[in-house]
C-alpha cells in the first residue's frame, strides 16, 4: 500500500519558518520525482516545488521567492520542504505527491497569522 504522510504544519507568525516533512511508503521513493503542492481554502491546488529523484534538481512555483527549499532522504523515504519567511497569503494544506501525482498524502494545515 502506498502511503504519503505529511506532518509538521502549524500555527507560525508572519515571518516564522517552519519544516514540513512528508514519510513515504509502498512504491520506489528514490526512483521517483516529488512535488509539494498547496491548497488554500476557496482555491484550487497550487504547485509550489519539484525536486527530482535523486535531490540534486529542484523547481519552484514563482511565489516561492527563495524563501522556501525542497529536499529529501532517500535513505528514510522522506521529502521535506523548508519554509522561512513565511507570509499570511501561505496561509493552506500543504500535501506532498510523487511526480506523476498519483499518489498523494493528505496535507498539513500551514496557517500564517499574528
Known amino acids: 500500500e502506498v502511503q504519503l504522510v505529511e506532518s509538521g504544519g502549524g500555527l507560525v507568525q508572519p515571518g516564522g519558518s517552519l519544516r514540513l516533512s512528508c514519510v513515504t511508503s509502498?512504491?520506489?521513493?528514490?526512483?521517483?520525482?516529488m512535488r509539494w503542492f498547496r491548497q488554500a481554502p476557496g482555491k484550487g491546488p497550487e504547485w509550489v516545488s519539484t525536486i527530482n529523484s535523486v535531490g540534486t534538481t529542484t523547481y519552484y512555483a514563482d511565489f516561492v521567492e527563495g524563501r522556501f527549499t525542497i529536499s529529501r532522504n532517500n535513505s528514510m523515504n522522506t521529502l521535506y520542504l523548508q519554509m522561512n519567511s513565511l507570509k499570511p497569503e501561505d496561509t493552506a494544506v500543504y500535501y506532498c505527491?510523487?511526480?506523476?501525482?498519483?499518489?498523494r498524502g493528505r496535507g498539513t494545515q500551514v496557517t500564517v497569522s499574528s
Open positions: 505527491a510523487d511526480y506523476s501525482e498519483n499518489n
Open positions: 509502498g512504491f520506489a521513493f528514490s526512483s521517483s520525482g
